[in-house]
Every structure is written in structure tokens, then in C-alpha cells.
């Protein structure tokens, strides 16, 4: 994989938000894409997190400002983010939950619907709205999952979220390419983040980890070139499509 330090293409001086930005993945996106010269905003509902975030990559020379967001209030999406046209948004919000469908109670189907997938839809829609208005070409990076391709046991208001997020995507793309805006979906699968450590270090864990033909959790470095090259000119002719990263999870024998 091409180090994602180097300069990917026409990315030095661009315009980024990443949501969900306060922990995991959203840190670690907004980390990459200041280190290649991006001006990142990081945005969460955890803005006292975000601004440390933002504070340590301005420490390092990079630019980066916090932007306090819940992305299931429609109306603020619209504000804040239909305020600026972004050049890339990286719609990573999310929440997960794991129960039984016959435990799933309606008001964890409506948190994980809300985020994952209105929430999503609220961010896209606003931020390719601006970028439609001023003329601008821009990209959309939704980050789903394996989960929204093939399905597992105890996630299913989840694996519906994620699966419409990816359909989600493949119509945006198709509406928005007039507009010179591109739509993808990244689907990682197991990666290990500071949310999760502890649950993979269990006997379930473990056992989950054997069922991945590379025998090993991904690592939020994994995805830095799928995103790189889905954000840069590299990937310029890609729209409408979802990019698996999972270590041949997907395609592995049911």
C-alpha cells in the first residue's frame, strides 16, 4: 500500500469534513487527511474531543477546526453544513448495537436508523447542496460496513442502517454525477479501535477473528489508502461503487 504520508493528488489545500469525529475512525480520518495538506473540519456532538483533536493537528502544522454536530437534527446539518462548500465530507457517524431482533426496543432501532442512515443521508444531501450551488466538484465518503453486504447474528437494526447507507449511496451517485460530484461507499470490516479492544481480547472475540481468512483485525491504517484514493484524483472515474476492506471477509465461505 502506498504510504499514506506521500502526496495523493489533488488533495494538498482542499476543504474536508469528517463527522463523528470525536473517537475511532473519525480521528483518525481527520488525522490523514491533514497530513496531506487538507484543511480538516472535525465535527461530533463531543466538541471538548474534537477540539483537542483539532488542537493537536494544528500543533503539528496542519489546519483543523471543531464544529460541534449531532447529525440526527436535520435542521442543524442543514445550517452548519450547507453554510460551506466542502470539498470532501466524510460521513462517518455512527452508532452500533447488539441484541437479539426480539430485543431490539424501538428506540435503539430509531437511534441506530437515525444516525447511520438519516444522519448520513442529512450530511450528504446538505453538503452536496452547497457544492451543486457553487459550481464545485466535491466527494462523499460514507463509511458503512461489511455488515451492510452480508449479515451476522445480534446486529440487524445495524446491518439494515449500513445496507441502506450503501444503497443510499449508488442513488446519490447516480443523481449528483451531473453536478461533478462523486458518492462512495468504504465498508471496512473488523478493525480494532479503542471501542472495541476489549470485546476482541474475549473468547467471542477470538473467535470471531479466526472467521477472517487473514486471521487478523484490520488496523485503522488499513483503510488509509481505499480512502485516500476514493478522496483524491486517483479515483476521479469511481462513483457509486462501495470499497471492501475486511481481509477477504466478504468473500469467504458462509
Known amino acids: ?35 496531506q495538506g487538507v484543511r480538516v473540519t472535525a465535527a461530533a456532538r463531543r466538541v471538548d474531543k474534537v477540539e483537542a483533536l483539532c488542537a493537536e493537528i494544528v500543533a503539528g502544522g496542519g489546519h483543523a477546526g471543531a464544529l460541534e454536530l449531532d447529525v440526527t437534527d436535520a435542521r442543524a446539518v442543514e445550517n452548519v453544513v450547507a453554510a460551506q462548500a466542502f470539498d470532501i465530507v466524510i460521513n462517518n457517524a455512527g452508532v452500533a448495537a447488539s441484541a437479539a431482533a426480539f430485543d431490539h426496543d424501538a428506540a435503539t432501532i430509531d437511534r441506530v436508523i437515525d444516525t447511520n442512515l438519516k444522519g ?15 459550481g464545485t466538484p466535491g466527494v462523499i465518503v460514507n463509511v458503512a460496513s461489511i455488515l451492510g453486504l452480508r449479515v451476522s447474528g445480534h446486529v440487524s437494526a445495524y446491518a439494515a442502517s449500513k445496507a441502506g447507507l450503501v444503497q443510499l449511496t449508488r442513488a446519490m451517485a447516480v443523481e449528483w454525477a451531473r453536478h ?23 473468547d467471542a472475540g477470538k473467535a470471531l477473528i479466526r472467521r477472517v481468512p487473514q486471521r487478523r483485525l484490520g488496523q485503522p491504517e488499513d483503510l488509509d489508502g481505499p480512502l485516500l484514493l476514493l478522496v483524491s484524483d486517483l479515483g476521479r472515474f469511481m462513483t457509486g461503487t462501495e470499497l471492501v476492506v475486511d481481509g477477504g471477509h466478504v468473500a469467504s465461505p458462509i
Not at 120 to 134: E, G, L, Q, Y
Request: proline share 3%.
Open 1 to 35: 500500500m502506498q504510504d499514506s504520508h506521500q502526496s495523493w493528488p489533488g488533495l494538498d489545500g482542499r476543504t474536508a469534513l469528517v463527522t463523528g469525529a470525536s473517537s475511532g475512525l473519525g480521528v483518525h480520518f481527520a488525522r490523514l487527511l491533514a497530513a
Open 120 to 134: 448520513a443521508f442529512h450530511v450528504a444531501r446538505a453538503a452536496a447542496s452547497a457544492m451543486a450551488a457553487a
Open 180 to 202: 461533478g460530484i462523486r458518492v462512495n461507499a468504504l465498508c471496512p470490516g473488523y478493525i480494532e479501535t479503542e471501542l472495541n479492544r476489549d470485546f476482541f481480547e474475549t
